[in-house]
């Protein structure tokens, strides 16, 4: 059903950034009067901002990570009791974001990250389900049911895909810039983190002075332009998603100008190749997150990671004596590196 209001009009409307009302909410002066900049929101010499279905669905994806977060963390938190009981996550749903999260912090953040897991864990699990979140959310097409229930054509292009935007993926991408900035400083030091630009040091003199200035230069703008993939590389895929199937969609619009019985005839399988397509774009949505995740934490460990960190695969009571946790915390999955779990006592 779906697909066939979507072909009778322009079924790109659910890819693309619409304004959900007519008069903008803020005019600031921005220029002249013939300062036009149509990608910035600047039209005659004033910035025009408005909601647009990218920023709600933005906002709504916030409202539900915040809701689910909740909801299942109350399934995952420690009851009372004796035993491995207490810690039993009830519910399939709290299982599995409690398995996914195991598997983000075992396999993804523990391997870089080593020492510096379960400090920055917190930032890693919001990256990955805000993305995933948003990703899924964008194939579920919000528009076009309220346009089945109400009847009215103009909610079609709400909804739609938060991280098939530019800005939204530009400013995930600055978050995890000024997350390896800030964690490479904190985790050693401004020396430290500015030695990582010029790895040949500054022993040579004045005649290595040079080639120094040119490394730092190099491996400031390497940083940049890996946040700036990062921010192309969602939005690209993210994007080009929605306007295959968009343009597959669109073959029932263009066969109306043969007549309905043309149209009927391609609509049919032009459904099960979008609904291929629809099943194939869930798995890169889940895909899609994860490599951001997954770069986002090799970015990170590159700048913060010390080589002394490396004797916690070591040892396996390292980690949880640098935490100092306590004996009744000590066997909480959440809070423990995968070596200390195996040869903790409580494990036993």
């Not at 079924?11 to 220029?31: E, M, N, Q, R, V």
């Not at 993305?131 to 089945?148: E, T």
């Not at 940049?224 to 192309?232: E, R, T, Y």
């Not at 690209?236 to 019985?261: E, K, S």
């Amino acid at each position: 059903m779906f697909y066939f209001l979507a072909a009778g009009h322009d079924p790109t409307d659910h890819a693309i950034p619409h304004a959900l009302h007519h008069s903008p909410l803020l005019k600031i002066p921005a220029g002249s009067a013939e300062t036009n900049v149509p990608a910035l929101g600047i039209r005659d010499g004033y910035y025009e901002f408005f909601i647009t279905n990218h920023l709600m669905m933005s906002a709504f994806v916030g409202l539900c990570l915040i809701i689910v977060g909740v909801l299942c963390s109350r399934k995952i938190s420690i009851y009372h009791g004796e035993g491995l009981g207490r810690y039993q996550t009830r519910g399939r749903i709290s299982q599995l974001f409690e398995t996914i999260c195991a598997f983000i912090r075992d396999e993804v953040a523990y391997p870089n990250l080593r020492g510096l897991t379960d400090k920055y864990i917190y930032y890693i699990w919001t990256v990955f389900f805000f993305i995933l979140f948003a990703n899924i959310m964008g194939v579920i097409p919000f528009g076009y049911i309220l346009q089945m229930v109400t009847g009215d054509p103009h909610y079609s292009h709400w909804g739609g895909s938060a991280t098939g935007n530019l800005a939204m993926t530009g400013v995930l991408a600055l978050t995890s810039l000024f997350a390896i900035v800030f964690i490479g400083i904190r985790e050693t030091s401004v020396k430290d983190f500015l030695n990582h630009f010029n790895p040949i040091g500054w022993d040579g003199g004045i005649a290595m002075l040079p080639i120094a200035l040119l490394l730092y230069v190099l491996e400031v703008l390497s940083l940049l332009i890996k946040c700036f993939v990062l921010a192309m590389r969602l939005f690209g895929t993210m994007m080009a998603g929605h306007l295959v199937l968009a343009a597959f969609v669109g073959l029932i619009f263009a066969a109306r100008a043969a007549g309905d019985g043309t149209a009927l005839a391609v609509s049919f399988p032009i459904v099960i190749v979008s609904t291929c397509l629809t099943l194939l774009e869930l798995f890169v949505c889940c895909l899609q997150a994860f490599i951001f995740t997954f770069l986002t934490v090799l970015f990170i460990s590159s700048m913060a990671v010390h080589e002394h960190d490396e004797h916690l695969d070591d040892d396996p009571h390292a980690m949880e004596d640098a935490y100092q946790m306590d004996p009744d915390k000590a066997f909480d999955p959440g809070r423990i590196s995968p070596a200390v779990g195996a040869s903790h006592p409580a494990a036993s």
